[in-house]
């Protein structure tokens, strides 16, 4: 019983279907059946039941899928001291500008409990870098936010968040229950640099080019729209500010927490970082 056979199937029961989860493994469909099927034959036992919808845990699957977890965990606190030993001890993450998200502070208290060991540096980037440095190896993995070019990196998602329009207090439209982004077709909307990856830029523009002022930071997003009473794009959960609302906006689609790194990273720090992240943000 290999240890990635293991992570195989667990990813299917987080997923509960094979398709996400072959996603998530940056793998298509059929091997990773495959690799299922042959791990059921090796146990004698189904894991899963399959429909056409997904797939629902057996009560054996849900028994290997606790022992699985506490095995891969202990794999993972293994690799990490051999690596302590080795002097493989500092991991450099980067942030997006929100270190407050509570999702940060969860993994910050998760990693120290369980690797004491590691040293963490941390590079907080302002919104003009959504892979937080991870393109010019600055960091070794990045919490940031989707969309963005991820060519050559790995992505798993965190969390999704909703999204809406950062107003004035005072705006015509503060009042409103929910917006479409017709009803701000005419407004100024903040920008971002030139340079700035093509994905991310047009996603916080609601998909189309628009008019505004350049901003790089949180605080002069909400500048921006305090002064200026341009429009700009947040997370729902996120505190507005004094003199500011968040109106919800229905047809955007949610703006997608995740944890990136590069394509064939072998740091063995990186893939535990990885797992607590995970373990971290679905603990709420």
């Known amino acids: 019983m290999e240890l990635r056979t293991l992570r195989y199937f667990v990813t299917v029961a987080e997923e509960l279907h094979f398709g996400r989860a072959a996603a998530r493994l940056h793998m298509s469909q059929p091997p990773l059946s495959r690799a299922v099927k042959g791990l059921e034959s090796e146990i004698g036992a189904a894991l899963f039941e399959r429909s056409p919808a997904g797939v629902t845990l057996t009560p054996v699957g849900a028994v290997l899928l606790d022992e699985a977890r506490a095995l891969l965990d202990r794999a993972d606190r293994l690799r990490v ?4 030993a080795a002097g493989a001890t500092v991991l450099t993450v980067g942030l997006l500008g929100d270190s407050t998200d509570p999702g940060v502070r969860r993994l910050a208290r ?5 690797h004491p060991g590691v040293e963490i540096r941390i590079r907080e980037t302002d919104l003009t870098d959504p ?24 992505v798993r998602e965190l969390r999704a968040d909703p999204v809406g329009a950062l107003l004035r207090a005072d705006d015509p439209l503060a009042d409103r229950e929910s917006l479409a982004l017709a009803d701000l077709a005419d407004r100024r909307w903040f920008r971002f640099p030139e340079g700035t990856d093509d994905h991310w830029q047009s996603y916080w523009n609601g998909g189309t080019v628009r008019r505004g002022p350049v901003v790089r930071a949180v ?21 507005p500010g004094a003199g500011l609302v968040t109106v919800p906006v229905v047809d955007m689609p949610p703006s997608r927490v995740v944890v990136a790194w590069a394509e064939g990273n072998t740091d063995p720090l990186l893939r535990p970082f990885v797992q607590v992240a995970v373990e971290a943000y679905l603990s709420a």
Do not use: I
């Not at 998760?110 to 369980?114: F, I, L, W």
């Not at 960091?139 to 936010?145: I, K």
């Not at 002064?227 to 505190?239: A, I, K, L, R, Y």
């Open 131 to 154: 892979t937080c440095g991870l393109r010019a190896g600055l960091v070794d993995v990045a919490l940031t936010r989707a969309p963005f070019d991820e060519t050559g990196l790995a």
């Open 110 to 114: 998760a990693y120290r409990e369980r």
């Open 81 to 84: 001291r051999v690596a302590t």
């Open 219 to 239: 605080q002069e997003c909400r500048q921006a729209v305090l002064w200026n009473g341009t429009v700009g794009m947040t997370t729902t959960g996120h505190e």
